[in-house]
């Protein structure tokens, strides 16, 4: 399989040869030929968020682990244990967005 998502054409592959074949944009990708155009501020801009997220969701997992300390203590009530515990859920699901958002980039 190509890094473009098509599969290479042949008689055992089911797809017609007769076909012109895909082009490869993977050569156009390359980081060192983005310059600092669109493309690579794009890129920088999946970079840092993915790292953003990252730290925010590790910060998370220490605030809901005290957080659960706090609450077998009887220091914080289940709400607040609750509220920490979503807070963490939300910010897990952001990181794995942010982390299937630079996915295909890093691919390439």
Do not use: W
């Amino acid at each position: 399989m190509l890094a473009t998502g098509f599969h290479q054409r042949g008689s055992d592959s089911g797809i017609p040869s007769s076909l012109p074949p895909p082009v490869d944009f993977s050569k156009y990708a390359a980081k060192e030929l983005l310059g600092d155009g669109e493309a690579k501020q794009k890129l920088r801009e999946l970079e840092r968020c993915g790292a953003d997220c990252s730290k925010r969701t590790a910060t998370g997992a220490v605030d809901a682990r005290g957080n659960q300390r706090l609450f077998d203590k009887d220091f914080v009530t289940k709400i607040e244990l609750e509220r920490d515990q979503l807070t963490y859920d939300k910010q897990r699901a952001q990181s794995k967005k942010g982390r299937h958002r630079l996915e295909p980039v890093r691919q390439i």
